[in-house]
Structures are given as structure tokens and as C-alpha cells.
Antibody, heavy 123, light 103 residues
Framework: QITLKESGPTLVKPTETLTLTCTFSGFSLSTNGEGVGWIRQPPGKALEWLALTYWIGDKRYSPSLRSRLTITKDTSKNQVVLTMTNMDPVDTATYYC???????????????WGQGTLVTVSS | DLQMTQSPSTLSASVGDRVTITCRASQSLSSWLAWYQQKPGKAPKLLIYKASSLQSGVPSRFSGSASGTEFTLTISSLQPDDFATYYCQQYHSFGQGTKLEIK
């Protein structure tokens, strides 16, 4: 079965760069149609879509956060890494990674999610 | 930029009620719309994709429909387990969420 798990720092300082790793199993990012994305959710607020990477190397970014985000994949390790620069207290949120696929789905719908990791931005 | 406007933000209902949540897209892009259910402290769960396709394992009391840029999620007969927050998503945009509360 497909599982995903987020890892990274729980606390970062303002202006620092956040690096989060999603480690997954049950599928391969070298397989046609597969993708992994990142979504975040500030405490008590709505979901916000961040970024996606696909098996073919194609990447998608949130238009409003594009300049601060980088998503990369390491197919051999079954990992996807998200970096977000210039962190601010408003970036405090639970960050989720999730699985998507383009075969039968839009390629943006997330059918499996990690448990999420809370990142707090504070000095 | 694509925006998804979801309504209502809060909905109070009773077990057995039929409820409808609406999501409107700012642009007419496609019928690729997904609905999620989220419970406190948990990751969202995919309910509906491509506006009306039921995700595997999701009860048939959940259904989705589309008309132009307006999408609806309907729960035909509310069960205790259905009280949660619901989100729509189209491409890189999520709605603001609808909290379904017990009346």
C-alpha cells in the first residue's frame, strides 16, 4: 500500500530556509503517471497547495509562492524534497506531502497523504 | 489566478439530513474538481475526483456534480462520522473549507 511521511525541522527562525523531506513507499516516481506534492495548513485555517513533481521531472508551483519554493525528487531514495526560502511567522503550518497520479485523475488530486509535520517559525 | 469560492463556511445539520456544499471556480478550466473531508488533527481524505467520481472506499451517500464553474458536494443522509470540514480543490487552488457541525 502507499504510505508517505514528512520529516524536517519543527522550528525555524525567520529568514531561514526550510527543507522538508517526504519519504514514500508503495509506488515509484520513475513509473509513468506518478507524482508527489506538498500542501500546507496554518493552524485553524484552510489548505494551501504548494508544489508538485511528476515522474517525468515536470514540476508545478503555487503562483503566489513560486519564487520561494523548490521541489526535487530522488527516485533512488523514494524521496521528494521541498525547500522554502525566507521563512516568516505566517509560514507556520502543518506541511503535508501527498501522492497523485495522472492516470484517471487530474494529476493534482491527492489520494494518499502523509500525517503532516508542524513547522513553527519563530525567533 | 484561479480562485475557488466555497459556501457556506459553516453548516449546521442533523443526522439523517441531506446537505449540499458548493464550490465556484473563478475561471472555467475543466471538470477536474476534487472534494476532501478533513477531521481535526488528521490529513484530508479524498472523497470525489473529476467532479463526480467516487473515490474507492467512500460511501455512496457522498456524490458530486458540476454545472459550468459551479460544483456541488451532496451528502444524502448525514451520518455521525460525516461531521468534519470539507474542501474543494481544482488544480493548485483549494476552497476555504466548509465546517459541517451537528445541529
Amino acid at each position: 500500500q502507499i504510505t508517505l511521511k514528512e520529516s524536517g525541522p519543527t522550528l525555524v527562525k525567520p529568514t531561514e530556509t526550510l527543507t522538508l523531506t517526504c519519504t514514500f513507499s508503495g509506488f515509484s516516481l520513475s513509473t509513468n503517471g506518478e507524482g508527489v506534492g506538498w500542501i500546507r495548513q496554518p493552524p485553524g485555517k484552510a489548505l494551501e497547495w504548494l508544489a508538485l513533481t511528476y515522474w517525468i521531472g515536470d514540476k508545478r508551483y503555487s503562483p503566489s509562492l513560486r519564487s520561494r519554493l523548490t521541489i526535487t525528487k530522488d527516485t533512488s531514495k523514494n524521496q521528494v524534497v521541498l525547500t522554502m526560502t525566507n521563512m516568516d511567522p505566517v509560514d507556520t503550518a502543518t506541511y503535508y506531502c501527498a501522492h497523485t497520479q495522472v492516470n484517471g485523475y487530474s494529476g493534482y488530486d491527492f489520494d494518499y497523504w502523509g500525517q503532516g509535520t508542524l513547522v513553527t517559525v519563530s525567533s | 489566478d484561479l480562485q475557488m469560492t466555497q459556501s457556506p463556511s459553516t453548516l449546521s445539520a442533523s443526522v439523517g439530513d441531506r446537505v449540499t456544499i458548493t464550490c465556484r471556480a473563478s475561471q472555467s478550466l475543466s471538470s477536474w474538481l476534487a472534494w476532501y473531508q478533513q477531521k481535526p488533527g488528521k490529513a484530508p481524505k479524498l472523497l470525489i475526483y473529476k467532479a463526480s467520481s467516487l473515490q474507492s472506499g467512500v460511501p455512496s451517500r457522498f456524490s458530486g456534480s458540476a454545472s459550468g464553474t459551479e460544483f456541488t458536494l451532496t451528502i444524502s443522509s448525514l451520518q455521525p462520522d460525516d461531521f468534519a470540514t470539507y474542501y474543494c480543490q481544482q488544480y493548485h487552488s483549494f476552497g476555504q473549507g466548509t465546517k459541517l457541525e451537528i445541529k
